[in-house]
């Protein structure tokens, strides 16, 4: 379960411009005990209050630079609350679109470190080894360290490591967008099984079609404010679609079904 | 109404946050969120009933503690895969792992031994040198690379969650498992040289059993900083170099401290500060254990008597031996493994705390 309430974040982005960058201009700024003055504040998250409970998958939709990733980053407990708080019932595996773990161990030993730091015993790390190479589909590339994976079979694994396990939270940064047409059948497998432990389930996806097949509510941002959330999955992937301009397409797709 | 003024208004926020960056968005501001995803009654409330911890906490002591001690395969399997994969680029590979100290040695005894002659008043300076270098090597590497481990390893912390002490613990133990086939090579060294097989070797176990608490406490300090700053790991090669060179592993501390044109004969404090230092006690540690004749030449071995000691004081060259027949510079044996041991128990409670106390900020930004 997941409570947001209020959640402000702010980040600080470090040389940006106005900086020179020079030594002597660094060293003056350390004996003026001022600031680095090229810190800019980005106030990604402005105000986002929802809850979210076991057992749901919820999507998250909206333009580039909206919040998405952020929010899940907020919720993982990787970026701090400027304002109001995050709380959860448990520790969050957070996938992004960064490839790999340890990028230049091989596959296997990714597997096995990655299941050894999620709490699993030696024994059961080798039982489920088989079943997370064979569901990543990376086959014979398993042997090579992980910067020689293309990003769709890096995040494959990832993927395949981090659900080896139930967590109370997992979330999904587009992370599965790289998969291709199979895999993402997989996954979404996948997904429904975690939901089924009772775990909650974030997926922030490009891929409305993805957003519909596997999540049960959706969240739709825009520059760091909800603009509609709620279990209406279609009603509400209708309305971002008209927003963006294009044709409405799911309302009519979930009354045929 | 309670929705409303939480969801649009940031206005109340404090800070610098109001100004610039917020004016885009005032100019867009949605009319009003459609939110169905919000029970009526405090958010705040409603976590404490169903039991919901705030994220980025970092866990109890005791708790944090014990998943630690879970994840001991996790460190273990950490530091094993990572020594496999340093040396995957090299065409010699693992071989490295005792060429890099072997090298290392050659160069100090090429510049140190034969150009600047700071063997003076060290019998078999080889074998003390080697020694010294190898033990030193273990503290040096286990700081730098535990200030860049964050770094390293930032992939991996932002995806799963772990207790992130594994990550400097897993790259102390991979020095560790380096600083053993090291010693391997310091073991063929001295037999060359003819060091008899004694039973002393068996206190090379504790000492460097000490050493590396002391490291992994250094380590975890070194950690938290270097994951803030990176300054830190730029910084660190100095400090640790300045380290060596004033810890007695290029030359005797003793030496300096006895013979009459030693530097720090006049400075008895200062020599006493230096001899007690973690490094320079680990250090004379493993020499006392490995090397017969360091053990025999330490000032304090014999009676006193100071016809002999100032042979030794005037002409250390001629007479190397005759240190044992001067007043010990150290603390006894016994004070310096105390010495040992309390570096080694301090540091570890610190680094442990220290590096605790930062647990939920690891990885963010």
């Known amino acids: 379960m997941v409570v947001v309430d209020d959640l402000h974040v702010v980040y600080r982005v470090y040389g940006s411009n106005a900086d020179k960058g020079t030594a002597a201009t660094a060293l003056l700024r350390m004996i003026r005990r001022q600031r680095r003055p090229s810190i800019r504040e980005v106030h990604a998250i402005r105000g986002m209050s929802f809850v979210a409970y076991r057992g749901d998958a919820v999507g998250v939709i909206g333009r580039n630079g909206s919040g998405k990733s952020t929010l899940l980053r907020a919720i993982a407990g990787l970026l701090p609350a400027e304002q109001g708080a995050v709380y959860t019932d448990g520790h969050a595996a957070l996938l992004g679109v960064n490839a790999a773990l340890l990028e230049d161990l091989t596959g296997e030993r990714n597997v096995v470190l990655g299941c050894l730091a999620m709490g699993m015993a030696p024994q059961e790390v080798k039982d489920a080894k088989p079943n997370i190479v064979d569901f990543s589909g990376v086959g014979d590339f398993i042997n090579l360290p992980m910067k020689a994976y293309s990003t769709g079979m890096g995040s494959r694994l990832r993927f395949a490591i981090a659900s080896a396990k139930s967590h109370d939270i997992l979330l999904v940064d587009e992370a599965l967008a790289t998969g291709d047409a199979e895999f993402q059948r997989k996954s979404h497998r996948r997904i429904d099984e975690l939901r089924e432990k009772a775990g909650t389930v974030f997926l922030v996806a490009h891929n409305l079609n993805e957003i519909a097949e596997t999540c049960n509510r959706v969240i739709w941002l825009e520059k760091g404010r909800i603009v509609k959330a709620g279990d209406d999955v279609p009603g509400i992937l209708d309305d971002y679609l008209v927003a963006s301009g294009s044709e409405p397409r799911f309302r009519e797709a979930a009354a045929v079904d | ?365």
């Open chain 2, 1 to 365: 109404m309670r929705n409303q003024g939480r969801v649009s208004a940031p206005g109340h926020l404090s800070g610098p946050v109001d100004g610039s960056a917020d004016s885009s968005a005032t100019a867009t501001a949605v009319a009003e969120p459609e939110n169905n995803l919000l029970p009526p009654g405090s958010l705040s409330e409603l976590a404490a009933t169903h039991g919901l911890k705030k994220t980025a906490i970092r866990p109890p002591l005791r708790s944090y503690a014990s998943e630690l001690w879970q994840r001991r395969y996790f460190i273990g399997g950490f530091a094993t895969a990572r020594n496999i994969a340093m040396y995957t680029e090299a065409r010699l590979g693992q071989v490295w792992q005792v060429l890099t100290p072997l090298l290392n040695a050659t160069v100090y005894y090429l510049i140190f031994g034969l150009l600047l002659n700071t063997s003076r008043g060290v019998p078999d300076y080889i074998s003390f040198l080697v020694t010294g270098i190898f033990v030193f090597n273990f503290t040096q590497r286990a700081f730098i690379t535990s200030s860049q481990v964050i770094r390293d390893t930032l992939p991996l912390i932002r995806a799963l969650y772990f207790p992130r002490a594994c990550l400097p613990l897993g790259y102390v133990l991979i020095e560790l498992q380096q600083l053993i086939l090291s010693f391997a090579v310091l073991f063929v060294i001295v037999l060359i040289r003819g060091e008899p097989v004694t039973p002393y070797w068996l206190l090379i176990i504790p000492a460097l059993v000490l050493q590396s608490v002391f490291n992994v406490g250094a380590g975890l300090i070194l950690a938290r900083w270097g994951a803030s700053f990176d300054d830190v790991s730029q910084l660190l090669p100095f400090i640790v170099r300045t380290w060596m060179y004033v810890s007695g592993v290029l030359f005797s501390l003793q030496a300096l401290t006895l013979t009459v044109t030693g530097r720090l004969h006049d400075h008895p404090t200062i020599a006493y500060l230096l001899q007690i230092n973690p490094a320079a006690v680990y250090i004379t540690l493993v020499r006392y254990a490995l090397l017969t004749d360091y053990r025999r030449a330490m000032p304090g071995a014999k009676p006193y008597n100071q016809h002999m000691c100032q042979l030794y004081r005037v002409f250390p060259g001629q007479h190397v031996y005759d240190s044992a027949y001067c007043h010990p510079t150290l603390p006894s044996m016994p004070t310096l493994w105390m010495y040992g041991a309390g570096w080694a128990v301090v540091a570890a409670i610190i680094g442990f705390l220290f590096f605790w106390r930062a647990e939920a900020r690891y990885g963010r930004g």
